[in-house]
């Protein structure tokens, strides 16, 4: 059993992955096989490798093959806590059922996000900010094949840059949490952008963590492919 001072990890894994379909018809996107192992057991052994032995997973759709295939844990080196949603709670909304199983920092992860972040120094980076919530970040570039202009008001020109690159930050799907953002989150559906802003507004520590190597969100096929191509060229690159 793990202490109440040791970090844990909370997985959304209950959405129906409408993106991947046909795939997730019959098979919840967390058990979508990349490579010889499902999603979601490539991130429990993160997991685990970080030193988290409490994980509990939130589920909702298809659950019964998702317990089927983890039970409690243990062949995984780790002990499986489940919570179901009866309905769509968004994916801050999952965190007020498990409120008693939050007494430290603890990590929250989609259960389709495949990266090489190092969990133990994002952790660290949570804990020497002192922040409410840390986002796990990564940048990315979008080219615009236009020339894009900047009109005031008044539809005067203001700037005009010829096919720019756009640099913005992502979320990574995977963050640091207190315990006492459980207190910002209302009953019903709500999900974490939202938590995010009534946090910060609320003047609350809201930190943002740069990762800089391997990141995919497992929730378009395209996407899902890479992630397979990558796991067959590199083998146990998101371990």
Request: glycine fraction near 10%; include cysteine; charged fraction near 25%.
């Amino acid at each position: 059993m793990s202490k109440k001072n040791e970090t844990i990890a909370v997985i959304l894994a209950g959405g129906k992955g409408t993106r991947l379909r046909p795939y997730t018809i019959s098979l919840p996107k967390p058990l979508m096989p990349v490579g010889d192992h499902p999603i979601l057991e490539i991130i429990i052994k993160k997991l685990r490798k970080s030193g988290i032995k409490k994980i509990v997973i939130a589920v909702g759709y298809l659950e019964s093959l998702i317990k089927a295939y983890f039970g409690d844990g243990g062949r995984f080196g780790v002990e499986i806590i489940y919570s179901r949603e009866d309905q769509p709670l968004g994916t801050a909304g999952p965190l007020k059922l498990v409120r008693k199983h939050l007494h430290y920092s603890f990590i929250l992860i989609n259960g389709d996000t495949l990266t090489d972040m190092d969990l133990r120094e994002m952790l660290k980076f949570h804990k020497k900010n002192r922040a409410l919530a840390t986002v796990g970040v990564s940048k990315r570039k979008v080219d615009i094949d236009f020339g894009v202009l900047k009109v005031d008001p008044g539809h005067r020109l203001v700037s005009y840059q010829e096919k720019p690159t756009i640099e913005y930050f992502v979320s990574m799907g995977i963050y640091v949490l207190e315990p006492g953002v459980v207190d910002y989150i209302p009953k019903g559906f709500f999900n974490l952008p939202e938590l995010m802003i009534a946090m910060k507004d609320a003047g609350e520590k809201v930190m943002a963590y740069q990762h800089k190597g391997y990141w995919l969100d497992i929730g378009r096929i395209e996407d899902y492919q890479t992630a397979c191509g990558l796991v067959e060229d590199k083998g146990d690159l998101f371990a």
